[in-house]
C-alpha cells in the first residue's frame, strides 16, 4: 500500500520560512520523481516544485528563488524549503510521486497559512 504522509505545515507570519516533509513508504522511492502542489481555495491545484530520480528540480516561477525541493533517497523522503514566505503562498500543500510505472499518488495534505 502506497503512503505519502506530508508534515510540516502551519500558521506563519509573512517573511517566515517553513519546511515541509512527505516520508513515502509501499514505492520505490529512488526511481520515483516527487513533488509538491498546493491548492488554494477556490483555485485549481498547481504545481509548486518537481524533482526527478535524479535530482533534477523544476520550480512555479512564483515561487522560484524563495522555495527548495530536495530528496533524502535513504529515508524516503522529500521536503520543501519554503523561506520568504508571502501571503500568496497560503494554500494545502501536497506531495505526490510518480513510480517509475507511470503511477501517480498523492497525500492527504498539509496546511500552510501565511499572515500579513
Known amino acids: 500500500q502506497v503512503q505519502l504522509v506530508e508534515s510540516g505545515g502551519g500558521l506563519v507570519q509573512g517573511g517566515g520560512s517553513l519546511r515541509l516533509s512527505c516520508a513515502a513508504s509501499g514505492i520505490i522511492f529512488r526511481f520515483a520523481a516527487m513533488g509538491w502542489y498546493r491548492q488554494a481555495p477556490g483555485k485549481p491545484r498547481e504545481s509548486v516544485a518537481l524533482?526527478?530520480?535524479?535530482?533534477?528540480?523544476n520550480y512555479a516561477d512564483s515561487v522560484k528563488g524563495r522555495f527548495t525541493i530536495s530528496r533524502d533517497n535513504a529515508k524516503n523522503t522529500v521536503n520543501l524549503q519554503m523561506n520568504s514566505l508571502k501571503p500568496e503562498d497560503t494554500a494545502r500543500y501536497y506531495c505526490s510521486a510518480r513510480t517509475y510505472t507511470a503511477d501517480n499518488f498523492w497525500g492527504q495534505g498539509t496546511q500552510v497559512t501565511v499572515s500579513s
Open positions: 524533482i526527478t530520480s535524479t535530482g533534477t528540480t
